[in-house]
């Protein structure tokens, strides 16, 4: 079984300014991907960034990074520069090869002028 | 490219009523994920499709929910009778899995949300 775990229900950063959200997981492979999604007001859901497993380099796009723990099942999300259009719900995702994703709770984030 | 394509955006019916949720999922995609999002459970795979076959249905809640995929630009989620506990937003998204399994990620449709009174 998969359980992937979003402590923090709800965050708030200023804009400008840096924050982390954090994921923890749990699965018994070896080959598997971890996701952040976003989910705007509009509920689009989007794909924020992906990291590969058995890849040891830490996934970045643009603004957002992660950071890998694997050992300790950590997955946790970093927005630098923090904006106003990042306010959202998001979401830590695990995929097993060839599967769907499982979805942890959701952290809601606020970005404030 | 247009991404998934899902219809209606909203729906409201009444209880008892059939509804029929459409997808259109990514050329060349070959996976395809019915989620249903609630406040109170968050985001449930209901069905998963790959290349057309339901390979994991045990998301369904119960038999009043049925799912097709006739061919590989089309899939339909079909909930009768509806109950007012059926109201939720439905995603479609779809994928590529490649050969080993390798994932190169879903992308979501911009849902259906369904409010049964």
């Known amino acids: 079984a998969q359980t992937v775990t979003q402590s923090q229900p709800e965050m708030s950063v200023q804009e400008a300014e840096t924050v982390t959200l954090s994921c923890t997981y749990d699965?018994?492979?070896?080959?598997?991907?971890l996701f952040w999604y976003k989910q705007p007001p509009s509920r689009q859901m989007i794909l924020v960034i992906r990291q590969e497993a058995y890849k040891q380099q830490n996934a970045t796009e643009n603004r957002f990074s992660v950071n890998f723990q694997k050992a300790a099942k950590s997955f946790s999300l970093k927005i630098s520069d923090s904006q106003l259009g990042d306010t959202a719900m998001y979401f830590c995702a695990l995929s097993n090869s060839g599967y769907a994703l499982n979805f942890g709770k959701g952290t809601s984030l606020l970005v404030t002028p | 490219d247009a991404g998934v394509i899902q219809s209606p955006r909203h729906e409201v019916t009444e209880m008892g009523q059939e509804v029929t949720l459409r997808c259109k999922p990514i050329s060349g995609h070959n996976s395809l994920f019915w989620y249903r999002q609630t406040m109170m459970r968050g985001l449930e795979l209901l069905i998963y499709f790959n290349n057309n076959v339901p390979i994991d249905d045990s998301g369904m809640p119960e038999d009043r929910f049925s799912a097709k995929m006739p061919n590989a630009s089309f899939s339909t989620l079909k909930i009768q009778p509806s109950e007012p506990r059926d109201s939720a937003v439905y995603f479609c998204?779809?994928?590529?899995?490649?050969?080993?399994?390798?994932?190169?990620?879903?992308?979501f449709g911009s849902g259906t949300r369904l409010t049964v009174v």
């Open positions: 699965t018994s492979e070896n080959n598997y991907y």
């Open positions: 998204a779809s994928s590529l899995m490649g050969s080993g399994q390798h994932n190169y990620g879903y992308t």
